[in-house]
C-alpha cells in the first residue's frame, strides 16, 4: 500500500513539473523566445544573448515588474513557442504579417524594417530585376523567404543568415534576402567581399509576437511600448544598435 502511495506521488510530481516546464509561467516572469542569430536585435556575445531586441524586452518587463527570462531557439520554433502560449511572447525582429495574424497575437510595431539584397562586391547583379533566374539564399520561415517564393526565385533557405551569407561568398548562390539592418551587420564581417545594394524589396513592421487572443499582455505591452517611445528609451536603444530610428 504504502509503495502505491509513494508511486502515486512520483507520478502525481513529474506530471506537475511536465506542465509547469517552458510554459507561460507564474505572473512574475515574462518568458521570451528568440533567435540570436539576428544582429543588431539579437545576437550571441559569448554565452550572453544581447541586441536591441533584448534591450527593448528589458525595459517592457521591467515596466510589467516581471522577470525576464530569454530562451534562444530557431526563428519558427520561436514563433510557434509563442502563438501556442509555450512562451509569453516572441521577440526576434518579427515582421507583423497579415498571414501570421491568423494564428498568433501581435503587440504595436516598434520598428520599420524591408527586405535587401547582399551580393558580392564584384556581382554583375546591381539591383532587384537583375536577380531574374539566379539563385538567392535567405533565413527558412522569415518574410525574406515569402518574397522569394513569391516571386518564384529559386530559393535556397538556411537556419540562419550567417549561414546564407556563407553560401553567397562560397559562390552556392547569388544574392542573400535579408531584412536590411542585419544585412548590414552580417555583411560588414565579410571584409569588403559583400555589398548591400540600396534597395528595399518590402515595407515590414516589427512587432511582439504573443498567443492569438492575449488581449490582456498585448494591452500591458502596448502600453510599455509607448511610454518607452514617449521617454525617449526605445530611441536611445536603437541609437546604442546603430538602427536608424524615425521616433516620429
Ligand atoms: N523580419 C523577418 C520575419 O519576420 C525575419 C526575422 C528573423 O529572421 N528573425 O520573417
Given at each position: 500500500?504504502?509503495?502505491?502511495?509513494?508511486l502515486?506521488?512520483a507520478?502525481?510530481?513529474?506530471?506537475?513539473?511536465?506542465?509547469?516546464?517552458?510554459?507561460?509561467?507564474?505572473?512574475?516572469?515574462?518568458?521570451?523566445?528568440?533567435?540570436?542569430e539576428?544582429?543588431?536585435?539579437?545576437?550571441?556575445?559569448?554565452?550572453?544573448?544581447?541586441?536591441?531586441?533584448v534591450?527593448?524586452?528589458?525595459?517592457i518587463?521591467?515596466?510589467l515588474?516581471k522577470?525576464?527570462?530569454i530562451?534562444?531557439?530557431?526563428?519558427d520554433?520561436?514563433l510557434?513557442?509563442?502563438?501556442?502560449?509555450?512562451y509569453?511572447?516572441?521577440?526576434?525582429?518579427?515582421?507583423?504579417t497579415?498571414?501570421?495574424?491568423?494564428?498568433?497575437?501581435?503587440?504595436?510595431?516598434?520598428?520599420?524594417a524591408?527586405q535587401?539584397i547582399?551580393?558580392?562586391?564584384d556581382?554583375?547583379?546591381?539591383?532587384?530585376a537583375?536577380?531574374?533566374?539566379?539563385?538567392?539564399?535567405?533565413?527558412?520561415?522569415?518574410?525574406?523567404?515569402?518574397?522569394l517564393?513569391d516571386?518564384?526565385?529559386?530559393?535556397?533557405?538556411?537556419?540562419?543568415g550567417?549561414?546564407?551569407?556563407?553560401?553567397?561568398?562560397?559562390g552556392?548562390?547569388?544574392?542573400v534576402?535579408?531584412?536590411n539592418?542585419?544585412?548590414?551587420?552580417?555583411?560588414?564581417?565579410?571584409?569588403?567581399k559583400t555589398?548591400?545594394?540600396?534597395?528595399?524589396?518590402?515595407?515590414?513592421?516589427?512587432a511582439?509576437?504573443?498567443?492569438?487572443g492575449?488581449?490582456?499582455?498585448?494591452?500591458?505591452?502596448?502600453?510599455a511600448?509607448?511610454?518607452?517611445?514617449?521617454?525617449?528609451?526605445l530611441a536611445?536603444?536603437?541609437?546604442?544598435?546603430?538602427?536608424?530610428?524615425d521616433?516620429?
Amino acid at each position: 500500500m504504502k509503495k502505491v502511495i509513494a508511486l502515486t506521488l512520483a507520478l502525481m510530481l513529474s506530471v506537475c513539473c511536465l506542465a509547469g516546464c517552458g510554459s507561460a509561467k507564474d505572473d512574475n516572469t515574462l518568458t521570451m523566445a528568440t533567435n540570436a542569430e539576428f544582429p543588431p536585435f539579437e545576437y550571441l556575445e559569448g554565452e550572453e544573448i544581447v541586441g536591441a531586441d533584448v534591450d527593448i524586452a528589458k525595459a517592457i518587463a521591467e515596466k510589467l515588474g516581471k522577470t525576464l527570462e530569454i530562451t534562444n531557439i530557431d526563428f519558427d520554433a520561436a514563433l510557434t513557442g509563442a502563438a501556442t502560449g509555450k512562451y509569453d511572447v516572441a521577440i526576434a525582429g518579427v515582421t507583423a504579417t497579415d498571414e501570421r495574424r491568423q494564428n498568433m497575437g501581435f503587440t504595436d510595431d516598434y520598428y520599420t524594417a524591408s527586405q535587401a539584397i547582399i551580393v558580392m562586391a564584384d556581382s554583375e547583379i546591381k539591383a532587384a530585376a537583375d536577380l531574374e533566374g539566379k539563385t538567392v539564399s535567405c533565413q527558412e520561415g522569415t518574410t525574406g523567404e515569402q518574397f522569394l517564393l513569391d516571386n518564384e526565385y529559386a530559393v535556397q533557405s538556411f537556419k540562419t543568415g550567417a549561414e546564407a551569407i556563407s553560401a553567397l561568398t562560397a559562390g552556392k548562390v547569388d544574392a542573400v534576402v535579408i531584412d536590411n539592418a542585419v544585412a548590414k551587420a552580417l555583411s560588414s564581417k565579410q571584409d569588403g567581399k559583400t555589398v548591400v545594394l540600396d534597395e528595399a524589396l518590402t515595407e515590414e513592421a516589427y512587432a511582439i509576437v504573443t498567443k492569438l487572443g492575449n488581449d490582456e499582455l498585448i494591452g500591458e505591452i502596448n502600453k510599455a511600448l509607448a511610454e518607452l517611445k514617449a521617454e525617449g528609451k526605445l530611441a536611445e536603444i536603437f541609437e546604442k544598435y546603430e538602427l536608424p530610428y524615425d521616433a516620429e
